[in-house]
C-alpha cells in the first residue's frame, strides 16, 4: 500500500508505495482510508524533535475512513462505515489525567498518512454527517485538545470573555469555534492581522497582534480583562498573558512551542487568584462530548489546504512555515 513513512531523521517523511497492508486482529478493524490531516506533532517527530521516535513509522493521528475488515469479536454492524477515529489511547478511567500508558496514534503506532489502518474498534465514532470528508478527518485530534483545554481545564463558562492566542493553528480554531458556540465573548491574537480578520469574519469580537510592544496593556485599555486565556507557544510571552487576566482567571495551555516560561512574577499570580493549567489531549468521555457538541452546533472545521496523497510530502512543508489558517489535510483515496 501507499503511506507516507517516516523512514530516518536524515530523510524524513517520504512516499513508500510498496509498505505492508495492516491485518486487523482480534477487536480491530481495518479501515480504508479516505482523508487524513496533520498535526504539529507530526512535524515535531519529522524534525526529530519528539520522545520515542522509532523508524520506520508511519505518521498521522488524524483521519475518516471506512470500515473494510472486522477482526474477530467486532460488531458486524462497524463493516462499511464511515468513522473517524479517536487517536487516544489508554487514557484510563482518571478525568484528571491519563494513564502512563497513554500513547497517541501515529506514534508508537502506525497513523492514519496510509491507504490503510487497523485500530481498536473501541476508537471508532460515526463521522458527523454535516461534514465533508476533508472536514471529518480535521477534527479528533485538535478537537479533543480544544475541547479539554477550554472546558476540561479552563471550565469556560457562557457570557465569560475569553483569548485565544496564536489564531489560525487547527486547535486555537477549534477552541475559538467551540467558545463562540458555549455563548462566550471570544478574543484572539496572532502576528498576522490577516488571521485576525478570518478569526473576525468568523465570530471572534476582535483580535491584538502580538508582535506590538506592550500589546497586553492596550488589550486591557481596550476590551477589559478576560477570564480565560488559551495558549499554545508558552515563552516569554507567557508572562503578558497574566496581566490580560481578571482576578480568579484561568489559563490553560496545551503546547510550548516558544520554550520554558521566563519572567513569570509570581506575585501576579497569587494575587489576581490565577489558575494555570497543562492540558494534553483527553479522555475517551472528552472525545465523545467533543463530537457531540460538534454535532449540536454543527460547526465546521476549518481546512486551510487539501493535499494529493502523493504530494503528502508537501503539507508538511507547510505546516513547518506556520502560513496555514486551519487544517492540512492529505486525501488518501
Known amino acids: 500500500m501507499k503511506a507516507l513513512v517516516l523512514t530516518s531523521k536524515e530523510q524524513g517523511v517520504i512516499l513508500n508505495t510498496d509498505y505492508p497492508q495492516p491485518v486487523a486482529n482480534a477487536g480491530e478493524v481495518r479501515i480504508k482510508m479516505l482523508a487524513a490531516a496533520l498535526n504539529h506533532r507530526d512535524v515535531w517527530i519529522n524534525q526529530g524533535q519528539y520522545g520515542g521516535i522509532k523508524y520506520p513509522t508511519i505518521l498521522g493521528s488524524d483521519g475518516v475512513g471506512m470500515v473494510e475488515s472486522l477482526g474477530e469479536g467486532v460488531a458486524s454492524e462497524w463493516l462499511g462505515k464511515t468513522v473517524i477515529i479517536n487517536p487516544s489511547n489508554q487514557w484510563g478511567d482518571n478525568q484528571r489525567h491519563q494513564s502512563k500508558q497513554y500513547h497517541i496514534l501515529g506514534l508508537p503506532k502506525d497513523g492514519t498518512l496510509a491507504e490503510y489502518l487497523t485500530v481498536n474498534a473501541d476508537r471508532l465514532r460515526l463521522a458527523p454527517t454535516h461534514l465533508s470528508i476533508e472536514q471529518a478527518a480535521a477534527l479528533p485530534l485538535a478537537g479533543l485538545t480544544a475541547?479539554?483545554?477550554?472546558?476540561?481545564?479552563?471550565?469556560?463558562?457562557?457570557?465569560?470573555?475569553?483569548?485565544?492566542?496564536?489564531?489560525?493553528?487547527?486547535?486555537?480554531?477549534?477552541?475559538?469555534?467551540?467558545?463562540?458556540?458555549?455563548?462566550?465573548?471570544?478574543?484572539?491574537?496572532?502576528?498576522?492581522?490577516?488571521k485576525i480578520a478570518y478569526a473576525v469574519q468568523m465570530g471572534a469580537k476582535a483580535g491584538v497582534l502580538y508582535t506590538e510592544e506592550n500589546w497586553h496593556k492596550n488589550f486591557v485599555k481596550t476590551y477589559g480583562e478576560v477570564d480565560v486565556v488559551i495558549d499554545s507557544a508558552c515563552g516569554n510571552g507567557f508572562a503578558a498573558l497574566i496581566d490580560v487576566l481578571a482576578l480568579g482567571g484561568r489559563i490553560a495551555f496545551y503546547g510550548g512551542g516558544q520554550g520554558a516560561i521566563n519572567g513569570l512574577i509570581p506575585q501576579k499570580v497569587f494575587w489576581k487568584q490565577i489558575s494555570i493549567f497543562g492540558s494534553t489531549m483527553g479522555s475517551d468521555e472528552q472525545f465523545q462530548q467533543?463530537?457531540?457538541?460538534?454535532?449540536?452546533?454543527?460547526?465546521?472545521?476549518?481546512?486551510?489546504?487539501?493535499?494529493?496523497?502523493?504530494?503528502?510530502?508537501?503539507?508538511?512543508?507547510?505546516?513547518?512555515?506556520?502560513?496555514?489558517?486551519?487544517?492540512?489535510?492529505?486525501?488518501?483515496?
Open 147 to 194: 475541547y479539554r483545554a477550554l472546558f476540561g481545564r479552563a471550565q469556560l463558562q457562557a457570557g465569560e470573555k475569553v483569548l485565544i492566542s496564536g489564531i489560525g493553528g487547527g486547535v486555537a480554531l477549534f477552541a475559538m469555534q467551540f467558545a463562540i458556540a458555549a455563548g462566550a465573548e471570544v478574543y484572539v491574537s496572532s502576528s498576522s492581522e490577516e
Open 290 to 333: 467533543m463530537v457531540d457538541f460538534v454535532e449540536q452546533h454543527h460547526i465546521i472545521p476549518v481546512v486551510d489546504s487539501v493535499f494529493a496523497f502523493d504530494d503528502g510530502v508537501a503539507a508538511f512543508v507547510r505546516m513547518a512555515e506556520g502560513a496555514q489558517f486551519g487544517k492540512l489535510v492529505v486525501k488518501v483515496s
